[in-house]
């Protein structure tokens, strides 16, 4: 059971957006054949009797944006401290569409520019994404979020609008990432996926769905590199939107009490920070909002005694069945890790083990709870440390007295091939601003200096490299361990003396599945807080 207070931690995003390369693989790096194959494909749904409005794919969300988040929406989402940005997708708003002041486009005149980060769709509408995968990396994803909700449990809708809104921010679906992604590729699937044309259809209606793709053969584009994201639309049997929570995730429609969408992507660890600046600058990316000039009614089929009536098909696609997680055991390292405490606690003095416990976020269980799922990406599994561990300066708030600091250590899951990318973050928790954070490239070796005399079989030879020990303290100057700052003021971000540090684990797509890793087969953290 998730505890309490992890319902009011502010959004955490594993890792984030795309670095790009131009590849002679990939056609719409080139922006005039891109745009040449996005007007055809707009041709053809006008003609069909749609409605094609432009979007874009902004990145947001590094260190520099966080002053702009906070005084908009009250948080950073988490942001990956070493300036990697969220790409998200802004959106235009549509005739009749009720338009919160919560989420708005960064750059613009909140609800008035047009664009926003969250909208509300109907249930026979699409966003389509046209453009190129990242460049070679660790990892990427796309994934779509149920935003916002009414309460499942208090559907109320006052005088003024609806009351009882929440934020819920749970997929709706399973992330595109390199293995489950249509692109062209070769019989290395997953590092064949990188620097590829694609694109990415995101619709709760088959109908939509199906013109969306004869708009795309009709432009020229293969059907290989087509990606369906579907949305399980909550619907009733005489109307187009829903209303009963016991069928489908998510409520459609313009009217102010139905639910928003917001649509990410993320990138972990691209090759060339260069051609990465370039992408996140100027992403070879379109994105198009479809939606019918004519709102297509949904109509369930209906019992009949006549046995050659034909039912009409159900439109709409069902509540998504998640892939299953799948991982190796880390339970061999178990021996080492505590070897590992030992050592560190003969090198330092630990006051206290804060640990680290699974967060087991299902977007399905989220949104049917009505409760926060923190912007999970179903690729990742996560771990927090408990919410009240602080970095004051000294023990007793004095400066003549010793100095705190914590030492992590842990499994380095990439390193024991359970996941393609390990991460370690930490979060102001009074901002969700992304303040420090460490990787899979900077845990090897890291704690070695703590095991050169240990005889133990586990803990010597070939299991060191497969741990990590991180110092976290105000000032690592003069400090020989691995060690990353969290600074106090004045500098941005920082962490108050006496305010709340949340340490974030996350452990990126298993390479032996098709999804995340099972949080139940890693071995998590430990956050020792010690004092010189």
């Given at each position: 059971m998730i505890p309490s207070y992890l319902n009011t931690i502010l959004t955490i995003l594993s890792i984030s957006p795309i670095a790009y390369?131009?590849?002679?693989?990939?056609?719409?790096?080139?922006?005039?054949?891109?745009?040449?194959?996005?007007?055809?494909?707009?041709?053809?749904?006008?003609?069909?009797?749609?409605?094609?409005?432009?979007?874009?794919?902004?990145?947001?969300?590094?260190n520099d944006d966080c002053h702009a988040a906070i005084d908009a929406v009250g948080t950073c989402f988490g942001n990956n401290p070493e300036a990697n940005p969220y790409g998200v997708y802004q959106l235009p708003h549509i005739p009749g569409e009720a338009i919160d002041d919560?989420?708005?486009?960064?750059?613009?005149?909140?609800?008035?520019?047009?664009?926003?980060?969250?909208?509300?769709i109907r249930s026979d509408e699409a966003i389509v994404l046209m453009g190129v995968t990242p460049p070679k990396a660790e990892y990427f994803g796309y994934t779509h979020y149920l935003y916002r909700s009414m309460d499942r449990r208090s559907r109320n809708v006052g005088a003024e609008g609806p009351t009882n809104f929440t934020t819920i921010l749970a997929s709706l679906d399973d992330t595109l990432n390199p293995t489950t992604i249509r692109v062209k590729q070769n019989k290395k699937r997953y590092k064949s996926s990188f620097g590829k044309d694609v694109v990415i259809t995101t619709t709760g209606h088959k109908g939509t769905a199906k013109d969306v793709q004869k708009a795309l053969k009709q432009a020229g584009v293969s059907n290989k590199i087509v990606n369906l994201q579907k949305i399980s639309i909550k619907r009733n049997q005489t109307s187009a939107e829903f209303t009963d929570t016991s069928t489908g995730l998510y409520n459609a429609g313009l009217d102010a009490d139905k639910d928003t969408l917001m649509l990410l992507s993320r990138v972990a660890i691209f090759q060339n920070e260069t051609a990465g600046n370039r992408y996140l600058q100027n992403p070879p990316v379109l994105v198009f909002r479809v939606t019918p000039n004519q709102p297509v009614t949904t109509t369930l089929p209906q019992p009949s005694d006549d046995k050659h009536t034909e039912l009409i098909p159900q439109p709409h696609y069902?509540?998504?069945n998640r892939a299953e997680r799948t991982t190796r055991s880390e339970e061999i390292f178990r021996t080492a890790l505590d070897t590992l405490e030992n050592a560190v606690r003969a090198a330092h003095t630990i006051r206290e083990n804060f640990g680290a416990q699974v967060l087991p976020l299902d977007g399905n269980h989220c949104i049917r709870s009505s409760i926060s799922c923190v912007g999970d990406n179903p690729d990742t599994a996560y771990a927090v440390s408990a919410t009240n561990v602080t970095l004051p300066q000294s023990l007793t708030n004095d400066e003549s007295s010793s100095a705190g600091y914590f030492v992590v250590i842990g499994v380095n899951h990439a390193a024991t091939n359970s996941s393609q990318y390990s991460e370690l973050g930490s979060i102001d928790l009074r901002t969700g601003t992304g303040v420090a954070s460490f990787d899979n490239r900077r845990m090897p070796g890291s704690a070695e200096p703590y095991l050169l005399n240990e005889t133990t079989n586990d803990a010597s030879g070939d299991a060191a490299k497969y741990l990590y020990a991180i110092m976290?303290?105000?000032?690592?100057?003069?400090?020989l361990q691995r060690c990353v700052e969290i600074p106090s003021t004045p500098t941005f971000p920082n962490v108050g003396f006496d305010d709340p540090i949340l340490f974030v684990f996350r452990a990126v797509l298993s390479p032996r599945g098709l999804s995340g890793p099972d949080p139940s087969a890693l071995l998590p953290a430990r956050v020792l807080y010690a004092y010189d």
């Amino acid at each position: 059971m998730i505890p309490s207070y992890l319902n009011t931690i502010l959004t955490i995003l594993s890792i984030s957006p795309i670095a790009y390369v131009p590849t002679s693989a990939a056609k719409y790096s080139d922006a005039r054949k891109l745009r040449n194959t996005a007007n055809s494909f707009r041709n053809f749904l006008k003609k069909k009797g749609y409605t094609v409005r432009d979007g874009n794919l902004k990145f947001f969300f590094t260190n520099d944006d966080c002053h702009a988040a906070i005084d908009a929406v009250g948080t950073c989402f988490g942001n990956n401290p070493e300036a990697n940005p969220y790409g998200v997708y802004q959106l235009p708003h549509i005739p009749g569409e009720a338009i919160d002041d919560l989420v708005p486009s960064f750059g613009g005149d909140r609800t008035n520019d047009g664009f926003g980060l969250e909208i509300r769709i109907r249930s026979d509408e699409a966003i389509v994404l046209m453009g190129v995968t990242p460049p070679k990396a660790e990892y990427f994803g796309y994934t779509h979020y149920l935003y916002r909700s009414m309460d499942r449990r208090s559907r109320n809708v006052g005088a003024e609008g609806p009351t009882n809104f929440t934020t819920i921010l749970a997929s709706l679906d399973d992330t595109l990432n390199p293995t489950t992604i249509r692109v062209k590729q070769n019989k290395k699937r997953y590092k064949s996926s990188f620097g590829k044309d694609v694109v990415i259809t995101t619709t709760g209606h088959k109908g939509t769905a199906k013109d969306v793709q004869k708009a795309l053969k009709q432009a020229g584009v293969s059907n290989k590199i087509v990606n369906l994201q579907k949305i399980s639309i909550k619907r009733n049997q005489t109307s187009a939107e829903f209303t009963d929570t016991s069928t489908g995730l998510y409520n459609a429609g313009l009217d102010a009490d139905k639910d928003t969408l917001m649509l990410l992507s993320r990138v972990a660890i691209f090759q060339n920070e260069t051609a990465g600046n370039r992408y996140l600058q100027n992403p070879p990316v379109l994105v198009f909002r479809v939606t019918p000039n004519q709102p297509v009614t949904t109509t369930l089929p209906q019992p009949s005694d006549d046995k050659h009536t034909e039912l009409i098909p159900q439109p709409h696609y069902p509540t998504p069945n998640r892939a299953e997680r799948t991982t190796r055991s880390e339970e061999i390292f178990r021996t080492a890790l505590d070897t590992l405490e030992n050592a560190v606690r003969a090198a330092h003095t630990i006051r206290e083990n804060f640990g680290a416990q699974v967060l087991p976020l299902d977007g399905n269980h989220c949104i049917r709870s009505s409760i926060s799922c923190v912007g999970d990406n179903p690729d990742t599994a996560y771990a927090v440390s408990a919410t009240n561990v602080t970095l004051p300066q000294s023990l007793t708030n004095d400066e003549s007295s010793s100095a705190g600091y914590f030492v992590v250590i842990g499994v380095n899951h990439a390193a024991t091939n359970s996941s393609q990318y390990s991460e370690l973050g930490s979060i102001d928790l009074r901002t969700g601003t992304g303040v420090a954070s460490f990787d899979n490239r900077r845990m090897p070796g890291s704690a070695e200096p703590y095991l050169l005399n240990e005889t133990t079989n586990d803990a010597s030879g070939d299991a060191a490299k497969y741990l990590y020990a991180i110092m976290v303290r105000r000032n690592c100057t003069g400090i020989l361990q691995r060690c990353v700052e969290i600074p106090s003021t004045p500098t941005f971000p920082n962490v108050g003396f006496d305010d709340p540090i949340l340490f974030v684990f996350r452990a990126v797509l298993s390479p032996r599945g098709l999804s995340g890793p099972d949080p139940s087969a890693l071995l998590p953290a430990r956050v020792l807080y010690a004092y010189d």
